[in-house]
């Protein structure tokens, strides 16, 4: 048994669309080892898709090489397929099928005989809450409903390494934590381990022991979600004054610390921000600038974003 | 393989069992032209010769179509999903061709059920006849499926091509009208259509005459067009990225 499930080395991907050719995954080296649960975070066609399509064997790698499992994705496909489940961007269930039928014949294409399937199925009906639903059409589920069937079907033959594409995207709040739930469950229980995309900031630093920053194709950043954030971002301490004038005159005060001035605040990024505030304060005092009120808020992954890429992942996502 | 195709059949399969009757609404177009058009043909020709036809008819437009369940699969997801797992890849489409046989079967029936009251009498050798229309059909339902695979999400492309190809083989094979009293050049395009061979050989199978050089052809055409629905659909399959 080996502890790697994933090595990548320049794993690259180019599409050619009508003479344009884009590079959605440029030289990617990854590793990821047995029960970490890893995120794959990025904007909007940064590549985390088409690197997991590469990884679970739906898209040959234009060049460079991945092993999934112990195997190479390209010539051991039938291996790689055996160990890993995948829950891909889409629904997995046919939306002209019941639930139960299709989690029973997940089952057996993996292998498992119809009554340990049945079994199987009823476990992960179950454990998921889909008792309700499982004997209904899948076009007639909501959104919610149909993405935890998309889980259960990922999961029939509990699979050592589990890959989700964007779990959560499009369902409201209360289902995405609800989901969460289930993935975190999975990973504590089973010891599964989880490589998931996601553009959202916060699922990334809930869920992920360990975050890839991908953009344009490229891995820019990979570490725990609190050492990227003390690395790459500090403390952002933010001032709103009453008026441009005494903002103007704040400006001079900020202990050499770059500020970045937006209506009537000024936003400081600087490691040791609850230190600092008393420090600034006291300036403020003694050269007699009011200052109408004062946050401090600690980093996020979207500092982290900014910091490396100079964008917001969080505008870029609204866009 | 068998183990593998079994289960992509019995899926296919599932949602026609669990609503029967979902079977009988995908064959109003056979019965409109039983309905709305046999009764203009002439005397001579009649049931006998216009209700094998429709068979053919009903497996042409049914499997033909049949591409467009998947084309939905690959935009939903599932059909990624079915990739991503460990069928053998051969089987995703042969499972599916295969499924084709269970609809057309009962189309074939009901409409020869519905034909007989009003005077159409099918001889034994129809059991051959439905047999080598079985062989048709689930080659049909594989090119269906690898015209879906080859428009990818393009579904206008999938839909565009069925309907120009459907209605010229269903002309020139003679399902609505004689050929042989036609220009020679639509004699000649007709012999290069498969179906018209399927149709000449069920309308021998039909009236009783079974060792006959037409029904040699019907099924030589059948088989013909299964291996090649078969051939291409597992090559296009084997490649099919998501
Ligand atoms: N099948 C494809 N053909 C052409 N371009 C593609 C294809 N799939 C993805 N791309 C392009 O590759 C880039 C990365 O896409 P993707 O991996 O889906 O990004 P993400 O999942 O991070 O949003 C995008 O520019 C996208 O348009
Ligand atoms: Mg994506």
């Not at chain 1, 103007?248 to 400081?268: K, P, S």
């Not at chain 2, 690898?146 to 069925?162: D, H, M, R, T």
Request: hydrophobic fraction near 45%; proline fraction near 4%.
């Amino acid at each position: 048994m080996t502890d790697t499930m994933i090595r990548t080395s320049a794993l690259t991907k180019r599409f050619t669309v009508k003479k344009e050719t884009v590079e959605a995954v440029r030289g990617l080296d990854l590793r990821v080892t047995r029960g970490e649960m890893v995120a794959l975070l990025g904007p909007n066609g940064a590549g985390k898709s088409t690197t997991l399509r590469m990884l679970t064997t739906l898209l040959p790698p234009t060049s460079g090489e991945a092993e999934v499992a112990g195997f190479d994705v390209v010539t051991r496909q039938r291996e790689v397929r055996a160990r890993i489940g995948y829950i891909g961007q889409g629904n997995g269930a046919g939306h002209s099928q019941r639930g139960r039928d299709e989690l029973v014949s997940q089952g057996r294409a993996y292998g498992l005989s119809v009554a340990d399937a049945r079994t199987r199925a009823q476990e992960l009906i179950d454990s998921l809450d889909l008792g309700a639903v499982a004997d209904r059409v899948v076009s007639s589920l909501s959104g919610g409903q149909r993405r935890r069937l998309d889980i259960a079907m990922g999961l029939i033959h509990a699979p050592e390494l589990l890959f989700l594409d964007e779990p959560s995207t499009g369902l409201d709040p209360q289902n995405r934590a609800n989901l969460q739930e289930h993935v975190v469950r999975m990973h504590a229980e089973h010891g599964t381990t989880i490589v998931l995309t996601t553009h959202y900031l916060d699922e990334a630093d809930a869920l992920a022991d360990r975050v890839i920053v991908i953009d344009h194709g490229k891995l820019i950043a990979d570490d725990t979600p609190e050492r990227l954030k003390a690395d790459h971002a500090g403390d952002r301490i933010t001032l709103t004054f009453d008026s441009e004038d005494e903002l103007r005159r704040a400006e001079g005060h900020t202990l050499g610390i770059a500020a970045v001035h937006n209506g009537l605040t000024l936003t400081l990024r600087a490691a040791g921000g609850r230190h600092l505030v008393p420090k600034l304060m006291r300036g403020f005092d003694e050269a007699g600038v009011q200052v109408s009120a004062v946050e401090v808020a600690r980093p996020t992954l979207d500092d982290v974003f900014l910091a490396l890429t100079g964008r917001s992942l969080r505008e870029e996502n609204q866009a | 393989m068998i183990h593998d195709t079994t289960i992509v059949f019995s899926r296919e399969l599932r949602p026609v069992l669990r609503d029967p009757f979902s079977v009988i609404f995908t064959m109003v177009q056979p019965l409109f032209f039983l309905v709305l058009f046999s009764p203009l043909l002439p005397e001579e020709t009649g049931l006998q010769w216009f209700v094998p036809g429709m068979i053919v008819m009903s497996c042409l437009f049914g499997a033909g179509s049949t591409g467009g369940n998947l084309l939905f699969e690959m935009q939903t997801g599932s059909h990624e999903r079915m990739l991503v797992s460990p069928l053998r890849r051969p089987a995703l489409i042969v499972g599916r061709a295969l499924k084709e046989i269970v609809p057309t079967m009962v189309h074939s029936v009901l409409i020869i059920a519905i034909t007989i009251p009003f005077g159409f009498r099918p001889h034994a050798g129809a059991v051959l006849g439905l047999l080598m229309l079985a062989i048709m059909c689930v080659g049909l339902g594989a090119l269906s499926y690898s015209l879906a695979l080859a428009s990818k999400n393009k579904e206008w492309i999938f839909w565009a091509v069925q309907q120009t190809i459907s209605f010229p083989l269903l002309l020139l094979a003679g399902m609505l009208l004689p050929i042989e009293g036609g220009p020679a050049w639509l004699q000649f395009l007709s012999k290069l259509n498969p179906l018209s061979y399927l149709v000449n050989a069920e309308r021998e199978l039909f009236n009783g005459e079974v060792l006959t050089a037409n029904v040699g052809l019907g099924l030589l055409a059948a088989v013909g067009v299964a291996a090649l629905g078969l051939w291409v659909g597992t090559r296009q399959m084997r490649q099919a990225v998501a």
